[in-house]
């Protein structure tokens, strides 16, 4: 039996696979992505690997559903997630439901032309006539923020928000904190999404490759999450759970959602493998109340100590497609 489908099992109880209708009376909480005006939902619905499990069409839809009827408002997918077949589906299950729901995409793309052109692909998938935010997707190390750079990269999404076919642009890192805190200091975009877990994830620089150093302090929540506070900026929490990588007896799903939470964050993005882990994040997430500071120290300096070093080597050179 894989990790994935053991690790979970062992810390929910009974209570995390309630329907959704025993809690009626509480609605998820919202807060303001940034500067954006919008409203969204503290958890977002993640449409990259995780959903892609479902294999076929009919139950990925099935599980959009689900979490746009637990009252999730936020949308998270990406062009190379299954080759567009995520945008695919999330344009099945937004169909019909479009007002508000905020839609959030990611190109790849590193070459103008290439983002203007995948742009387009991703309106026709997603069956919208304009997105609401476009990332340049998993900002790497200097070498792709300098390729960013140099191919104009971002004056092509700022070209897409001009011409509306976006609401807003931002880029996306879960590899290297100190590269997306300066890529978010250089350039203009209203969003930003990163890995921020209670293992403090983050990558750092080496002399043009990234290296992994036992030691290492780095993080996206010391790094990167600072910046984009300080340019107010709708910040997106993602790998939560490291994957399930790093949940554990000390470290159960509850209280990691908890943690990242806690931080200053606009939303945290889940993936729904089974519908009894979206029951449950819901769950702790309308019944949210933030951990203290102490608290916060505490769980991430153990659970760091515990996971940090192998998740750094797990997202070294990870593309969540």
């Known amino acids: 039996m894989s990790r994935l489908s053991v690790t979970r099992r062992e810390f929910l109880g009974a209570a995390a696979a309630a329907p959704f209708a025993q809690a009626k009376g509480r609605a998820l909480p919202t807060r303001p992505l940034g500067k954006t005006g919008f409203q969204t939902s503290i958890l977002a619905i993640g449409c990259g690997s995780r959903l892609a499990m479902y294999k076929e069409q009919d139950k990925g839809v099935e599980a959009l559903d689900l979490a746009l009827r637990s009252g999730i408002n936020y949308i998270d997918t990406a062009q190379s997630y299954g080759r567009g077949e995520s945008e695919t589906w999330v344009g099945e299950a937004i169909k019909g439901r479009r007002k508000g729901l905020f839609v959030a995409t990611k190109t790849q793309a590193r070459t103008a032309d290439d983002v203007m052109r995948t742009a387009d692909e991703s309106l026709r998938r997603l069956g919208i006539d304009r997105m609401d935010l476009l990332h340049l997707h998993s900002l790497q190390g200097p070498e792709d923020l300098a390729k960013v750079e140099k191919e104009k990269v971002m004056e092509a999404l700022y ?34 999404q990163m890995a921020l877990n209670a293992a403090l994830q983050g990558m750092r620089s080496g002399e043009g490759k990234m290296r992994i150093n036992p030691a290492m302090t780095t993080s996206f929540e010391k790094i990167a999450l600072p910046v984009a506070v300080e340019k107010g900026l709708g910040i997106v929490a993602m790998k939560v759970f490291g994957q399930e990588d790093i949940i554990g007896p000390d470290s159960p799903p509850e209280k990691l959602l908890r943690y990242s939470l806690s931080l200053p964050v606009s939303v945290c993005t889940v993936g729904v493998p089974k519908h009894e882990y979206l029951h449950a994040n819901v769950k702790t997430a309308r019944e949210f109340e933030p951990m203290d500071r102490s608290g916060m120290e505490e769980f991430s300096g153990k659970t760091s100590a515990r996971y940090k070093l192998a998740l750094d080597r797990r997202f070294r050179a990870h593309e969540d497609a």
């Not at 070209?159 to 890529?183: M, N, Q």
């Open 159 to 192: 070209k897409l928000r001009e011409r509306k076919i976006t609401r807003f642009i931002g880029i996306t890192s879960h590899t290297d904190p100190t590269v997306l805190a300066e890529a978010l200091r250089r350039y203009d975009v209203d969003c930003t």
